[in-house]
């Protein structure tokens, strides 16, 4: 069982930059693989991106890459989301996951909000 709790969110002017957080509890977390998810109103939720759970390997969406750069740090059971060059429509409620298979995720946490201004 893993508990994640997302931090960093936010408002900020498009162009500007926000880091989240995910705080995983348990003793395994390096054992998972993680991603990172937002859904927009009225949309559906949305790969933002995913990280093994080496950090060897990472993987975005072609809406964010060049943008957005995951990474994690096991010592400290974290996942962060950098997030550059920010836009209007990066507006959304961020959720990371965390799953044992790379793409099937089975525990989420409550989201973060990102509310980006033009």
């Known amino acids: 069982q893993v508990q994640l709790v997302e931090s960093g969110g936010g408002l900020v002017q498009a162009g500007g930059s926000l880091r989240l957080s995910c705080a995983a509890s348990g003793r395994t977390f390096s054992s998972y693989h993680m991603g990172w998810f937002r859904q927009a109103p009225g949309k559906e939720r949305q790969f933002v991106a995913a990280?093994?759970?080496?950090?060897?390997?990472?993987s975005y969406a072609d809406s964010v890459k060049g943008r957005f750069t995951i990474s994690r740090a096991n010592a400290k059971n974290t996942v962060y989301l950098q997030m550059n060059s920010l836009k209007p429509e990066d507006t959304a409620v961020y959720y990371c996951?965390?799953?044992?298979?790379?793409?099937?995720?089975?525990?989420w946490g409550q989201g973060t909000q990102v509310n980006v201004s033009s």
């Open positions: 996951a965390a799953g044992v298979v790379a793409g099937v995720y089975a525990y």
């Open positions: 990280i093994s759970w080496s950090g060897g390997s990472t």
